[in-house]
């Protein structure tokens, strides 16, 4: 493998090469010239993202969601040892659009998966940060390409919480994964239908121990629940089992039923179908960031917000009017650009 | 009180003459204008929120949430009904970004809030829909101003769910108030940190019969959780309470801790400074709606939009470039305009 100098920038075809040739240290400062704001990055970014994409795809992607204290980072562990041991390389990506206030999760993201951050066929990338979920989805997904260009067959997509964050998620994957714990009577609390809709795959997580019995009685409530859900277009019935991640009981269990899955999809053209479908999506996800680029980093605009901001607090103009006078002065600046 | 004719559309002057006389009909009429996506309607819409725009403001705006089974109905039933009979008009709003799949929630809309729905001090109106959570709370937010300027003096604004809709219920209410139950264990599971954080105050529901004292346990150790957040702009310590919304207690405190805060919060500024921040975001959440409209609204990006999604399905060009594409015809249609 070729070495690189540490500089602060590398040319495009320095990541190009580097990504394609396998190169981690170069994934990961490909990796963060996607996440870039910078302009002079953002460029790069687009070269690496073109130059790559006909080596990227060849993966399955796998969404993997359920609220917190569900055990996902145990379980993601187990899963990616299981994957690697298999011969798989796999890379782990979350989504995680930052809470408003502190910026951040509940559980801190240092001492999670510890064996497979040491685990040379695995690839961690924790969540990029951005002000909005659309921004953030459009560079995990760009990153998601980057890891299959760089050789990882396997793609972990995990979320945090239980949100809209989910549906950015299951856009951009082709299994979706839920887990779930055997809780106390009321099973379907706390999780909204339209996750468990998305979901192809149920797993009742820390079925160990004194567990095991609740457990079996949660997987086949949820079974029941799920058949009141209308048949998928994928033609997939999702399925509910049981795992312990600790115990490491159920997981290939869980890898079995995703080839069952991508197997079935390939046979139907479901895959290639919601691939396309997920381009789509993804191509007006880049619009509407882009637009927002346009308007919000034209330096007239700028000026002209500051003062109408001013306006509103002073009462002087409702803030629906507001917005009626900046997009009459865009239309404006437009003609000129 | 006037009586109108019922006819597909009144004029923008009959909308504000009826919502400022408190006519129950024509509120309702005019928040379908609100909602409406027909450009006839929208030009109505704006005419009627600058009119009834000096009348808002004047009322305390909360924001309700909790996960599905907390028992949210119940509660603002409850509550509704309190606060009717303290002599207050309470409209009750809500927002659902509806499920990606099925559109709406687990629980039917049918049978709830019975009581409340047929007291002629309370107006309940339910969620309105779109495709983006920016555009259903823009919706939302109007509708609010409406309501208040038909005299309605508590506004109730209710999220179903746990996820990016309380973050905007939260940028729209000066109170927010988390429902919980007590748990089996685990009290802060399947609460996000970000929520927590945005509460005023955190009320343990259904403490009745067998469960007061489990609630009480979850009472006291919400009021420890809530300790490890920083102290809020405000200056208001959030409080911890437990009440019955079937036994009909410590609703009353509810209101009691409502009123405590708002006359906080007017005596140190934080009422209005907050309101004045909300109505900025405000101003931004329409931008960027009027945004998209612009946009998405050209017939010419119509027709390359269709024309780019057969590329990019069929593999002829990246979504990523796409994008770029059509932002460069964006940019020349501009001009034109």
Redesign the interface.
Known sequence: MKVYKRKNRLSAQEYIDGVLSGSRVILSRAITIIESNLESDKVIA?EI??AI?PHSGKSIRIGITG???VGKSTFIEAFGKHLTQLGHKVAILSID?S????K???LGDKTRMEELSNNENAYIRPSSTGDT?GGVANKTG?TMLLCEASGYDVILVETV????SE?AV?GMTDFFLLLMLA??G?E???I????M??ANMVVINKADGDNIKKSEMARLQYQNALHI??QPESGWTPVVTKASSTKNTGIDTVWEQVLKYKALIDQNGYFLENR?QQ??K??YN???E???H??YGSPEIKSKLSA??HD??SSHI???????S??ES??KI??K?
């Open positions: 687009k993202i073109q994409l609220v917190p204290g659009p809470s408003q206030r502190s951040g999760s509940i979920l760009e919480g239980v949100g809209q549906t299951h809780g106390a009321d379907l609390q706390g909204k239908k339209g996750i809709e998305m859900f209308p396309n381009n789509i993804w191509m880049n619009i509407n882009e637009l927002k346009l308007f109408l901001e509103v607090v409702s803030p629906v009017k507001a917005a009626q900046i997009m865009f239309k437009s003609k650009i």
